[in-house]
């Protein structure tokens, strides 16, 4: 036997069928700060590189050599495996430095490939290196090769992988203080199974699972003591016996913070929320740094816990952060056949205060070029958050602003402001609560009319997704209402909005997803004429009913589209991951706007069915729909494209 040790305004683009081009720049440092001349690279291409001195890393006394690979045993992927991990393969256009660069890059490998054999549960295999037609352990003690001038050094790799191992006894002791056992634990819980294939990967995964137990349970020094693998060559056995000491329990020290500069250091530990004198929970130390993370003002945040407990028995918590620069400038724009040139930008000033206060001020012109000065879009506004208010889960927003909005269906002007408090009491669920008024004076079909809205609203979500930009399991639902007052018309009314999207994986690899989405909302109101046309509930366009276009879809009043008091949508996509760069999707929306308060399905369900290509970028999936209508009324495309980032929901 052998033992082994060891925000943003939806695009209006919609509306034609030309492709639109969208070009996003954002400037980050001081007020304005350009560094030096730098390069960047999408898809594989670089930009704006400068010329470069040519930097020539020259190696003493290069040994040039011809290295092959033979497996006797195994399949193709192991021998493909092997081929990747081996460096004598990997690097045969780098030769080493001379006889000992070769030889210790030969020991390297074979250490590389034995460990590779062993993930594999392979633990009965060889590796075998020659060098120029002796082995390595000779060359080892000769402290050289054979070499002849001109021609490179051959170097042979035999594998021999041998029999496939399993699991046999496996035990898992949680040792007592004084070292001595103290309770089993179950094999099984960690997939160690006597019977199963033996990779030597799933004892590490073990270990590491058996130390986060224990320190979920209050431990902070908790460790593995031993670990014994015999393998029993045999039957092709192997047994293991691992030992983990939980150390002391402990509860929560002092908290120390360092990196810090403008920030308020009793800001940072606020929001940290962490107790001193409380159990030690690693799930604490995770949500602080999250929290801190979410502030965005920082560049990067470590909550580095002690090695050791203080004298009193507890353990000491140092959170080290680094500032992001404190101003902001960013731009964006879209061009389009139809709608003419776009153009927004921002500035911000983030950690206003020291307690990560963010002012920004915000503006787009939209429809520049497209017509005359009368259909150009506009909108400014500023916009204030600080984080903490009530306690680390609670932020403040105020916003007030100005806006000119044009679609096909309305003309609006008017001038906004509100004010939220948003509390974020677990990672999953966010609620919010607020006030708004929005004064306006807008015209559509059913005439010119002024608008003074007073409103009081409450948001709720719920999100379990595993990604944002590219969920393939979880739900995400959410629900809107506001009660509101119009004091130019003197109607109340009440808002109501909710959606519920989901996401199954078909195959355990998630290569296929089945992705839906459903949508409705409501407008209590006696009377449409009560509530201004932007605020009416209208259909179409990304995000909506795609191929239609944009806020195209609902009731209408001598061929224009005038906005319902309630709506429906529903969206089914199949998202096909093809390799790991790319993938395709397809899709079928559907949904209509409706005059009634809630939707009685009295207009037809406008569907649009579509497809697209998605490629996964560092950063997220970047997408491209192409929808076609499949009853296009007045003002719809033969068919239309959508660009974006993310996922369409």
């Known amino acids: 036997m052998k033992r082994l040790q060891g925000r943003a305004r939806k695009s209006r683009a919609d509306k034609t069928s030309s492709t639109v081009l ?62 990747e991990t081996s460096q004598l393969i990997q690097q045969q256009d780098t030769p080493p430095s001379g006889s000992p660069g070769l030889i210790s890059r030969a020991l390297g490998d074979q250490q590389q490939l034995i460990a590779l054999l062993y993930v594999k549960g392979l633990y009965g295999g060889t590796v075998n290196i020659d060098i120029a037609g002796r082995p390595l352990q000779a060359a080892v003690e000769a402290g050289e090769v054979n070499r002849r001038a001109g021609t490179p050094v051959p170097v042979v790799i035999h ?48 270990e590491s699972r058996i130390v986060a137990d224990l ?127 776009g153009l927004e930008a921002y500035w911000r000033h983030r950690n206003l205060f020291g307690a990560g206060e963010t002012l920004s001020l915000e503006g787009s012109v939209g429809r520049i070029v497209n017509g005359d000065y009368g259909d150009m879009e506009y909108s400014t506004q500023v916009v204030f958050t600080k984080p903490g208010v009530f306690g680390p889960a609670t932020s403040f927003s105020a916003t007030v602003g100005a806006k000119r909005e044009n679609p096909e269906a309305y003309e609006s002007r008017a001038v906004f402001g509100s004010m939220k ?28 009319d ?27 639902a959410t629900f809107h209402a506001e009660p509101a007052y119009d004091a130019e018309t003197g109607g109340f009314m009440a808002f109501t909005k909710a959606s519920l999207s989901t996401y199954w994986s078909l195959s355990g690899s998630d290569r296929f997803i089945l992705a839906n989405r459903v949508a409705g909302g409501s407008i209590l109101t006696p009377s449409l004429s009560d ?87 560092p950063i997220g999936p970047l997408r491209l729909d192409v929808a076609v209508p499949l009853a296009p009324d007045k003002d719809d495309p033969d068919f239309a494209i959508y660009v974006g980032l993310s996922q369409a929901f």
């Not at 730098?38 to 470069?52: H, L, N, T, W």
């Not at 609560?433 to 306006?440: L, N």
């Not at 993938?583 to 809630?598: E, I, K, L, T, W």
Request: proline share 6%; net charge neutral; aromatic share 10%.
């Open 22 to 83: 969208a070009i996003a720049v954002i400037f980050c440092g001081g007020w304005i700060s350009a560094p030096s001349a730098q390069a960047f690279e999408v898809f594989g291409f670089r930009f704006f590189e400068g010329d470069k001195p040519e930097v020539v890393n020259e190696v003493p006394d290069p040994l040039p050599y011809a290295a092959t690979l033979t497996v006797s045993g195994g399949d193709k992927d192991l021998e493909k495996s092997l081929l």
């Open 159 to 206: 594998v021999v992988t041998g029999p496939q191992f399993h699991f046999g006894t496996v035990s898992i002791r949680q040792l007592a203080s004084d070292g001595t056992p103290a309770a089993t634990l179950d094999p099984a819980k960690y997939g160690l199974v006597p019977g199963a294939p033996a990779l030597s990967d799933k004892i590490l995964q073990t």
């Open 215 to 341: 320190k979920d349970q209050g431990y902070p020094l908790a460790k593995i003591a031993d670990r014994s693998v015999v393998a029993d060559h045999a039957s092709n056995r192997l047994d293991v016996t691992i030992s983990a000491n939980p150390g002391p329990a402990a509860t929560f020290g002092h908290v120390t913070v360092q990196g810090q500069k403008k920030t308020k250091t009793d800001f940072i530990i606020r929001q940290a929320e962490i107790d001193p004198g409380s159990r030690y929970d690693p799930a604490i130390l995770r949500r602080a740094a999250k929290r801190l993370r979410d502030l965005g003002i920082f560049a990067s945040v470590r909550v580095i816990e002690a090695d050791r407990l203080d004298s009193a028995g507890n353990l000491p918590i140092t959170i080290e952060v680094a500032e992001r620069k404190r101003h902001v400038i960013g731009g964006g724009g879209t061009i389009s056949s139809v709608d003419g040139i």
């Open 421 to 448: 408090l948003t509390n974020t009491p677990t990672d999953k669920l966010t609620y919010a609560v607020g006030t708004e008024f929005e004064y306006s004076r807008e015209t559509d079909v059913l005439g010119p």
């Open 450 to 476: 002024h608008y003074a809205l007073f409103g009081v609203f409450g948001d709720i979500a719920y999100d379990t997704r595993d990604n944002i930009l590219n969920p393939t399991r979880g739900l995400r």
């Open 531 to 617: 509530v201004a046309p932007s605020r009416r509930y209208y259909v179409g366009g990304g995000g909506s009913v795609r191929g239609y276009a944009y806020r195209n879809v609902g009731p209408r009043v001598s061929g224009e589209v005038i906005g319902g008091r309630s709506f429906f949508e529903t969206s089914t996509e199949i998202r096909t991951r093809i390799t790991e760069s790319f993938g395709a999707v397809g899709f079928v929306d559907a949904g209509a706007a409706y005059s009634s308060q809630f939707p009685d399905f009295s207009e037809e369900l406008k569907v649009g069915v579509g497809a697209g290509l998605r490629y996964f970028s």
